[in-house]
């Protein structure tokens, strides 16, 4: 195992237990209340269809698991990983929205900075640990 399959194996797992699955399998009324968000029931559909967009992404890294296994850096996973977090990232603090989810901010700005080490490092990142 390497830095760079720990980076994805964290984001897979955490992003699909805590993330994918949820917005996909919790029933309508408990997601609602889970969520807080005034006008939830009405974007339901929305929300499931960012669940499923998650979980394509969640794809995305585990190909990038297979190319780390063969030796090869996935310079596409990373790539969008680094987008996908970064831009979270920016998105939470632009809008004010890190206010209610300074963990989540912190985190997902945390796993873009793993990434952009990752593309910055690539030979370290490879290394077994």
């Known amino acids: 195992m390497n830095y760079l399959d720990l980076i ?6 955490g992003t699909g237990l805590f993330v994918g699955l949820p917005l996909l399998l919790i029933p309508t009324p408990q997601l609602v209340r889970l969520l807080g968000i005034e006008g939830a029931e009405a974007a339901m559909p929305l929300i499931r269809l960012y669940g ?6 969640l794809v995305g890294y585990s190909f990038g698991l297979s190319w780390v296994v063969g030796d090869t850096f996935p310079l596409g996973v990373v790539t969008m990983g680094l987008v ?3 831009g979270a990232t920016v998105l939470l603090v632009i809008t004010g929205a890190w206010r209610k989810s300074i963990a989540l901010t912190v985190l997902l700005g945390c796993i873009a900075l793993a990434f952009a080490f990752a593309l910055i490092d690539q030979p370290s990142v490879m290394q077994s640990l």
């Not at 994805?8 to 797992?13: D, F, G, P, V």
């Not at 499923?52 to 992404?57: D, H």
């Open 8 to 13: 994805l194996l964290i984001k897979i797992a």
């Open 52 to 57: 499923w967009a998650v979980l394509a992404l």
């Open 84 to 86: 996908s977090n970064a």
